[in-house]
């Protein structure tokens, strides 16, 4: 299936360790749909539950991911509906995990795990 | 001989996957029985009951207050969950529990719903963890199967005083 991709945040999504972040499709509401239909939305994991990260405009400043939730971004942090704005998902609204980009052909590649480096979290929840 | 068998297998594959196929797509557009378990919420549904969920008001975005629905747990996406609607987006809800003073009162998000269970001294909802997404919703409960006794359409909810009107 393929997506339109109708915001400026970039799109990937990786699989996860203990080492890299975790990026799946999100179902969230989306405030900027004039309908008022659920959307699909790909952003990057970029803390899993029971990790404190430090957030980028959000209400709290340091946010604990709670049990049974991820905390997700957009690559392009100043034009990204994700966590920041409306706080951590709910595992139960993942939809997909998006793993290469099929078109334009130019941009064929397959999407590597990668969290950046400013983004880690504070602290990690010991398995 | 074992041409035969052989083809036998074959048709019996294909006509599995092709039931397998519209089973799953029955249940998950259509709707399913459900056992529900759990104490909170009594006395519409018991522990143990046998209830018929359908899935096409979460599709149709036509669940209102006041419907039982089945939701993935907020706080636990392999187990699903049985409250009442009590508030859909915009609606005002209290937040307090009944037994305190001063009532609290706040709007329920854009994209969420409010749930609460029948028994509501005994029951973890949204007065525990907040507004949950509508995404996270999989179907609504239209009756009761088992017992027979309590065959049919479910009750409205024993708690009308939790419905704030505007």
Redesign the interface.
Known sequence: VLYMIKWMSLIIVFVCGSFFSICFLV???N?NDCS???SKIIKRVIALEGDIIKTIGYKKKYVKV????IWVEGDHHGHSFDSNAFGPV?????HARATHILWPPKRWQKLQPMLPPERKPLQREQE | MFRNALGKTFRFLGYAVQYGCVAHCAFEYLGGIVVCSGPSMEPTIQNSDIVFSENLSRHF?SIRKGDIVIV??????KSNICKRVIGLEGDKVCTSNPSDFLKTHSFVP???VWLEGDNLRNSTDSRCYGP?????IRGRICFKIWPLNDFGFLRASPNGHRFLDD
Do not use: I, N, Q, R
């Open positions: 179902m969230a509401c405030e008022s239909f659920t709670p049990h049974g939730h709910s595992l139960g609204l993942l | 975005y993935k747990s907020p706080t636990d996406p854009k994209g969420h949950v997404p509508y995404g996270l």
